[in-house]
């Protein structure tokens, strides 16, 4: 489609004066609560984008993974090889729920997961917590999600950011966060037999 370039510029033009009047009322800063949930992938990987802008920043941040054990991530070999002086990184999962199979031990796990969230969390030189599939242990009742948002909403410093990542977030934690983004499954190669592979999922 052809266009006249000076009726186009001047149609950017409106556009911008109306954008900057719409920025020009947006002045306040937060702490956000942040939920990325659905079924589509790039929850996690949207979140470590963050982290890694918090790094880029010099900015103080930490993450906690509640389900995913100890296998080796690129993310997660990044930050302990390059970075684990601006950014504090804690596995406490032992695996997916249906690799374990060991509910008692899954509930320990998520609670001293949480523990540690809650101490990292309150630590106000931590801009930002990465909370990883944590919606997976609230999911299967390993924590109670009225503890999880009496302290987000009570005890989180004002200008702390945490991010929470996994399916099925709960209806309690959506309506207590700032920004919620779902991701939504339009196609996935998993359903044509192909496998998790390195760069693309870990």
Known sequence: MTQDPDRHAEKMAKKKVARDKIMATKTDEKGLIIVHTGKGKG????????????????????????????????ERD?????????????????????????????????QAAWEKAKELIRDPANRMVLLD?????????????NEVVRFLTTEKPDMTHVVLT??????????????VTEMELIKHPFRSGIKAQIGVEF
């Open 43 to 74: 929850k996690s990987s949207a979140a470590f984008g963050m982290i890694f802008r918090c790094i880029a920043h010099d900015m103080q941040c930490a993450v906690v993974q509640f389900i995913k054990g100890g296998m080796s991530t690129g």
């Open 133 to 145: 599939e944590i919606n997976i242990a609230l999911r299967y009742d390993y924590l109670d999600i």
């Open 78 to 110: 990044l930050i302990l090889s390059k970075f684990s002086d601006t950014c504090a990184f804690h596995t406490m999962g032992e695996g997916f729920t249906w690799e374990t199979q060991d509910r008692t031990r899954d509930t320990e796990m998520a």
């Open 166 to 179: 996994g399916r099925n977030a709960k209806e309690e934690l959506i309506e207590a966060a700032d920004l």
